[in-house]
């Protein structure tokens, strides 16, 4: 039974029944009549001669025969009828194996379904949806990521080039031409380690530990206080105890990410970087450009930057920091949200597993 096709099996169920009641049909009133005496008087005999015993031969032959079309009958029946329902159902799987990566734009539409077979379509159809985008973002980050790293390789080759290829350079240039490449050197390892964070922080939790949300949301202000500070950024903090549950380390990159977004996006002198944890969720606002709420969705992609600051430079980062924070808090069970201030910069919120007591 667990090698035979759903057709077969709801043949047998549609047979089965079947085949019983006509089985009864046939059979009770022949036994019926083989005992049939009158009330009150002995078994009766038939008389020698007596061609009763052919009679009952005969009808039996007739039940055997009939009975032998019933079951021909309803299994015939059975597979048309299971064929028949199952029929979108074999639609679904054919149309379902046939979409690739290539072409999730495919959808399997109501086409005239209903039921389970609907439910199941649009089952189907949101899957392909979710598949198709992740694909598409996977496509993106793919590209993005090597223009980005393309973009100082091709830059140290040319400060390599121009001082090889000048006559008169003497050691002050070089120097200077070796400390231009070794700045773009750290710049790209910097977006290596981003690259690899947010990889680790798409894998998943593997060992959840409590810890406290507010304690590592101090040691990252205590240190960024004073860099925030030199360029005339305030940083202040209220932070309660957040029992959480999860990566402590990750955690930490986490709020680092968002802190140093906080800053580096801020309106510069004058500007204010708010930081408070509550409940096991971590809230960082700060002042800066008016943010659209169209553009929210768009910042915590990788690689993406807000309107006209899509060109970055080097000290602007790679845009990888909000992406980095939706993907640890989705490693977490968490859920990340972002609100545009009224006057101007972004409102951060981030909601981790608090930690079982």
Known sequence: MARWTLRRQLTLLYAGPFLVSGAALLLVPLLGASQTQPVGQGPIVPP???GGGEVRNHLLGLSAISFAAMVLVSIVVGWYIAGRYLRPL??????ARDI????LH?????????GEFAELAGTLDELFGRLEASFQAQRRFVANASHELRTPLTAQRTLLQVALSDPDADTDSLRTAGRDVLALGEAQARLIDALLTLATGEQGIEQPAPFDLADVARRVVQARTGAAEAVGIAVTSSLAPAPATGDEQLAEILVANLVDNAIRHNVGAGGRVEVA??????TVSNTGPVVPHEELDRLFQPFQRLG???VRSAADGHGLGLAIVRAIAAAHGGEVSALPRPGGGLVVRVSLPHALR
């Open 48 to 50: 020698p001669g007596d």
């Open 90 to 95: 074999r639609l679904i799987i054919d149309t």
């Open 100 to 103: 690739s990566a290539t072409n």
């Open 106 to 114: 495919r959808r399997l539409g109501p086409a005239g379904r209903r």
């Open 277 to 282: 944890t509550e409940g096991a969720t971590l």
């Open 308 to 310: 006209a600051q899509r």
